[in-house]
């Protein structure tokens, strides 16, 4: 199956920019890139909340980022973010 064609605009300008290697980058420098990145995508989804909590590992705790988007709040369906 052919790739979509603004996927290969979007994959062919990131390459043209020839962006530092991930692991070159402290974790600041890559959310940064990230959001830039996720720029090119349009406006994102109205966040009502963000919180902050914690998940029991393995060895400790793992932190964790849950978001509830503006539209749940208002009795929308809720928007599934990975």
């Known amino acids: 199956m052919p790739l979509d064609p603004r996927a290969r605009r979007f994959l062919d300008t990131l390459a043209a920019m020839n962006p530092p290697s991930a692991l070159s ?8 890139a ?3 990145l996720l720029s090119f995508s349009g406006q994102s989804e109205a966040v009502a909340e ?3 909590t914690t998940l029991p590992g393995p060895a400790s705790d793992l932190r964790l980022r849950l978001y ?4 749940a709040l ?4 809720a928007i599934p973010v990975t």
């Not at 509830?68 to 539209?71: I, N, R, V």
């Not at 208002?74 to 369906?77: F, I, L, R, S, Y």
Request: proline content about 5%; cysteine-free.
């Open 50 to 52: 963000v919180r902050n």
């Open 34 to 36: 990230l959001a830039h």
């Open 25 to 32: 980058l402290t974790v600041g420098e890559r959310r940064t």
């Open 68 to 71: 509830t988007p503006s539209a």
């Open 74 to 77: 208002a009795g929308a369906k």
